[in-house]
């Protein structure tokens, strides 16, 4: 591929109710930085010309990107100003710009982002996931018939926030405490879904026309503490002083079966192309003791540092790090070869 100027365009905002430098607020993150910076050395090791884009939650920001010179932006973008639901708003600034940019188009991460939406969709496609329910300030807008234990969740975040060892309940009191707990820290109806208990697995995808899903990927949550939630909760994903984070590791698990892997890995590429994903993405599935696959989330432009279980995947499946880079690049770009026009979001 021809050498490309790249933007590598990732979220950076203040925040007012933090520790302060000085007169100012301290900078804040939704990922951390690593992984801008991995990237970026990774497309200059490629060859291209690669350039930082930040956004930090102003109007200024907005100009300097519409602003900016680049054959390709990298979308490295989880929030705007803080808020996590904005990186759809983003995604759809770029597309009115015309601008070329790598992942999930603005409909995708729409549709990714609204788990209830997501559930209905693949119900629609013969896809299992949990059944649910959804409540907001008092009013059900869906409902299955489910049974206790359940575990509640934001119905519009992902990465795990709003999810706690606590989310998962056991009785209607518990239950109550939870939807309380998300109406007041999210503004957000709760959804509510059957617990299933099993081993939690992920799979990666990469790819469009011809997606194709890598090595099969399980987080082991057995050495988490007897009478705590197998949950890949916040205390699991994102709190690295605990002990929980510490003893939950992903890895390639060697005993499933190659029919359980072809199904993993067959209703990953279905579930990616439901929800009308681009170039990569990961899935997350739980396999019940009776051996059902369960969807439980989808995610669109997942982390991409090499400690992650999506390069993870990719070398597994042969892909060293700066060819997944590149790879990605190069999906990209195939997909806007109409003449350079952009395809429809």
């Known amino acids: 591929m021809a050498k490309l100027r790249i933007g590598v365009l990732y979220d950076y905002w203040w925040d007012e109710d933090e520790e302060r430098d000085g007169d100012r607020p301290r900078p804040k993150r939704q990922v951390a930085d690593d992984d801008i910076q991995k990237i970026y050395e990774t497309l200059k090791e490629v060859g291209h010309n690669p350039i930082y884009v930040r956004l930090d939650g ?30 759809t708003n983003v995604a759809a600034y770029l597309e009115l710009l015309g601008r070329h940019f790598t992942g999930a188009g603005s409909h995708g991460l729409y549709l990714a982002q609204d788990k209830a939406l997501a559930k209905k969709i693949f119900q629609f496609h013969g896809i299992h996931t949990p059944y649910f329910a959804t409540v907001f300030r008092g009013r059900t807008e869906h409902a299955h018939d489910i049974s206790f234990p359940v575990i509640v969740k934001p119905a519009r975040e992902d990465g795990s926030i709003g999810i706690q060892f606590g989310a998962v309940c056991g009785s209607i009191k518990e239950l109550m405490e939870r939807i309380d707990y998300i109406h007041a820290q999210f503004d957000s109806p709760a959804l509510i879904e059957e617990y299933i208990e099993g081993r939690e697995f992920y799979v990666a995808v990469i790819g469009n026309e011809r997606a194709e899903a890598l090595p099969v990927v399980e987080l082991d949550l057995s050495k988490l503490p007897k009478g705590t939630p197998k949950i890949a909760g ?90 997944l880079i590149s790879g990605i690049v190069e999906l990209a770009m195939a997909r806007y070869g109409n003449g350079g026009r952009p395809p429809s979001p």
């Open 58 to 87: 102003t109007a200024d920001c907005l100009k300097e990107l519409a602003d900016s010179e680049a054959d390709l932006i990298f979308n490295l973008v989880e929030s705007f100003g803080g808020n996590d639901g904005y990186d």
């Open 234 to 323: 916040t205390e699991v994903k994102w709190e690295e002083d605990t002990e929980a984070y510490k003893i939950t590791k992903p890895f390639f698990p060697k005993d499933l079966d190659e029919e359980l892997t072809t199904r993993l890995q067959q209703t990953a590429v279905q579930a990616f192309q439901a929800l009308e994903l681009r170039d990569y993405g990961r899935i997350d599935f739980r396999v019940a003791s009776d051996g059902t696959v369960h969807v439980l989330e989808v995610n669109p432009n997942p982390h991409l540092l090499p400690g992650a279980e999506f390069a993870m995947a990719a070398l597994e499946s042969g892909r060293e790090y700066p060819q």
